[in-house]
């Protein structure tokens, strides 16, 4: 199908909120820039504002086109809202209506991170599922308790009206959305050229929690590196105590006070993160993956890194090119 136009509304003022630059500068980079050996015509970009210019940290946008222009898209991404507006303060001035006159008008609804609380405040989440930055997720499901907000997700695609968590899930989105339009080898070619992941299913994580150490203690360090450099062995919490010269019960209170977690839970981590990274840069089968992660079986490699990731080994996989194995 042809791509159509897409229009950006950009929400204010938006200074107080660091990172949403970036929500805007990705689609303008996926959208804004003709392809035309990739497809031609590409996308027609416009980014509407209200009347005043938007400012972040120094930068200006001053743009033609209004919010009353956005029911003139095929379809309209609300990039993010400020940081404050998602803790409650007032939307921008006739956001909200536009976004329900463009979408009575046929438009494809999108918002990246934050702005998931433009199209909730609209109306066009009830009833629906969705996701936003998971830092927001709670403020948006006691603000808006039609929503069933969903924070474990990169993005949910529900037909007309999709939703993206934050930063770089914003770009996953953004090319589902190419992926959509135009085909997976457009898609494809695109994320080569931006130096990403050809595809992140959406419901991939947005974030696996392995335990970044919350003190500064390093006395345990050695033996966490080897614990690493042994995933492959059936390693237990004695065996990691009886290496870092404590008793059992010791180990277990000083791992979990620099941590944060068991070390049964950080254990699953490392070994989860092997093997993401065996995923990503080997073509090994999943069964010696299993292996060289520590997870025994393929079974069982599977079934956690389902539970944690959000997709199959295999699905992850997808994602990536994966050279020959050594």
Not at 60 to 84: C, K, N, Q
Request: aromatic content about 8%; hydrophobic content about 45%.
């Amino acid at each position: 199908m042809a791509p159509g136009s897409v229009a950006i509304a950009v929400a204010g003022d938006i200074s107080s909120c660091m990172w949403d630059m970036y929500e805007i500068a990705v689609p303008c980079s996926v959208f804004g820039m003709p392809q035309p050996d990739l497809a031609d015509p590409w996308y027609d970009l416009r980014l509407c504002a209200a009347d005043t210019p938007v400012v972040e940290q120094g930068f200006s946008l001053r743009t033609p086109y209004r919010f009353a222009d956005l029911a003139d898209a095929d379809t309209v991404i609300v990039a993010a809202v400020p940081e404050a507006v998602a803790q409650g303060k007032p939307f921008a001035p006739g956001l909200v209506e536009e976004l329900r006159r463009a979408a009575d008008a046929g438009a494809r609804m999108v918002s990246l991170c934050c702005g998931a609380f433009a199209l909730a405040e609209a109306g066009l989440l009830d009833g629906r599922r969705a996701t936003t930055h998971w830092m927001y997720a709670d403020e948006m499901a006691k603000r808006y308790p039609k929503v069933r907000v969903d924070s474990s997700v990169l993005y949910v695609d529900d037909c007309d009206v999709l939703t993206s968590a934050g930063m770089s899930a914003g770009l996953d989105l953004c090319l589902h959305l190419v992926r959509c339009d135009l085909g997976a080898h457009v898609a494809n070619q695109l994320a080569r050229r931006m130096v990403v992941p050809a595809h992140r299913f959406g419901g991939q994580a947005q974030f696996i929690d392995l335990a970044v150490p919350v003190t500064d203690d390093e006395s345990l360090g050695p033996v966490l590196q080897w614990a690493i450099e042994h995933l492959d062995r059936p390693l237990t919490v004695d065996e990691l105590a009886r290496q870092a010269g404590l008793s059992t019960r010791t180990f277990y209170r000083r791992l979990q006070s620099v941590t944060g977690t068991t070390p049964l839970k950080w254990l699953l981590n490392q070994r989860i993160a092997r093997a993401q990274t065996l995923l990503e840069t080997t073509s090994l089968p999943i069964e010696k993956i299993s292996e060289h992660s520590g997870l025994g079986t393929a079974t069982n490699l599977r079934r956690h890194f389902t539970q944690q990731v959000g997709v199959t080994p295999t699905e992850y996989r997808r994602a990536f090119d994966a050279p020959p194995s050594a």
